[in-house]
């Protein structure tokens, strides 16, 4: 049954969620005041919720201190291949271990679940001797191949599984009465119904490649490569103080 609040309890009802909300709202307010303050304005006591004088020359400056373009284009490409290649990836190999019975499968993906047991920071030293071999480092390979074959692909991959898994299996034995092969059943069924997974895999790929620190960090050293979270720390003073409005 359903009930109409009174316009007393519909009042204090929106005046608790704008309360509750101005945790939420507050950060991003404060960072986009910030970019638009001297440094010393920022630090005032008490802060100020609006600024006393705009300056907008901050905006000029982040393309002028670094190739901040560049770097942004960086992040974009390589997150939109990172995202691309772990959907391809993590797809077929959910579907093989959720569809396809070969020996000591159950097995071989409970060892490679174990990837998602292992921190970056224990292998990112061998990883750099890897690719220091290959010649890729400051280059964007790593940043590529790492994500995509790494812990970030396993755990797409447990996704895919899990979502084949629960299709049901009279869609394959219809399919292969009309005579598709194995492939042509996970083009055409399996992967046109995986899109709520896929998207799923795509979302959280994409913040994760996007937000990388330690891997930039590790294999660049050219501002040219930078990414954008290595990036944004290189906006400091000629002390080394982090220019905040500028971040």
Same mark, same amino acid.
């Given at each position: 049954?359903?009930? %109409?609040?009174?316009?007393?309890?519909?009042?204090?009802?929106?005046?608790?969620?704008?309360?509750?909300?101005?945790?939420?709202?507050?950060?991003?307010?404060?960072?986009?005041?910030?970019?638009?303050?001297?440094?010393? %304005?920022?630090?005032? &006591?008490?802060? %100020?919720?609006?600024?006393?004088?705009? %300056? &907008?020359?901050?905006?000029?400056?982040? &393309?002028?201190?670094?190739?901040?373009?560049?770097?942004?284009? +960086?992040?974009? *490409?390589?997150?939109?291949?990172?995202?691309?290649?772990?959907?391809?990836?993590?797809?077929?190999?959910? *579907?093989?271990?959720?569809?396809?019975?070969?020996?000591?499968?159950?097995?071989?993906?409970?060892?490679?679940?174990?990837?998602?047991?292992?921190?970056?920071?224990?292998?990112?030293?061998?990883?750099?001797?890897?690719?220091?071999?290959?010649?890729?480092?400051?280059? #964007?390979?790593?940043?590529?191949?790492?994500?995509?074959?790494?812990?970030?692909?396993?755990?797409?991959?447990?996704?895919?599984?899990?979502?084949?898994?629960?299709?049901? +299996?009279?869609? =394959? =034995?219809?399919?292969?009465?009309?005579?598709?092969?194995?492939?042509?059943?996970?083009?055409?069924?399996?992967?046109?119904?995986?899109?709520?997974?896929?998207?799923?895999?795509?979302?959280?790929?994409?913040? #994760?490649?996007?937000?990388? *620190?330690?891997?930039?960090?590790?294999?660049?050293?050219?501002?040219?490569?930078?990414?954008?979270?290595?990036?944004?720390?290189?906006?400091?003073?000629?002390?080394?103080?982090?220019?905040? +409005?500028?971040?």
């Amino acid at each position: 049954m359903k009930t %109409d609040l009174s316009p007393r309890m519909k009042t204090a009802l929106y005046g608790l969620m704008c309360i509750l909300l101005i945790p939420f709202v507050f950060p991003t307010w404060w960072m986009i005041t910030s970019s638009v303050k001297p440094i010393s %304005d920022i630090f005032a &006591f008490p802060p %100020d919720l609006w600024p006393r004088r705009f %300056d &907008f020359s901050t905006y000029a400056q982040v &393309f002028e201190l670094q190739p901040f373009a560049r770097q942004y284009w +960086n992040s974009a *490409y390589i997150a939109a291949l990172v995202t691309g290649g772990t959907m391809v990836i993590s797809s077929m190999a959910g *579907y093989a271990f959720a569809r396809i019975r070969f020996p000591f499968s159950n097995a071989i993906f409970m060892i490679v679940l174990l990837g998602l047991l292992i921190p970056s920071e224990v292998t990112i030293v061998p990883l750099f001797q890897m690719f220091l071999g290959w010649g890729m480092i400051n280059t #964007h390979w790593p940043l590529i191949l790492v994500p995509i074959f790494g812990a970030p692909s396993v755990f797409a991959t447990f996704v895919m599984r899990q979502f084949f898994i629960a299709l049901p +299996n009279e869609l =394959e =034995e219809a399919a292969r009465v009309d005579g598709l092969g194995r492939f042509k059943i996970f083009w055409t069924i399996a992967l046109p119904l995986a899109k709520p997974a896929l998207g799923a895999v795509a979302i959280f790929t994409f913040l #994760h490649s996007w937000n990388l *620190y330690l891997e930039p960090i590790v294999f660049l050293s050219s501002t040219q490569m930078f990414t954008l979270p290595q990036a944004l720390t290189q906006f400091t003073d000629a002390y080394g103080g982090a220019m905040w +409005n500028i971040q």
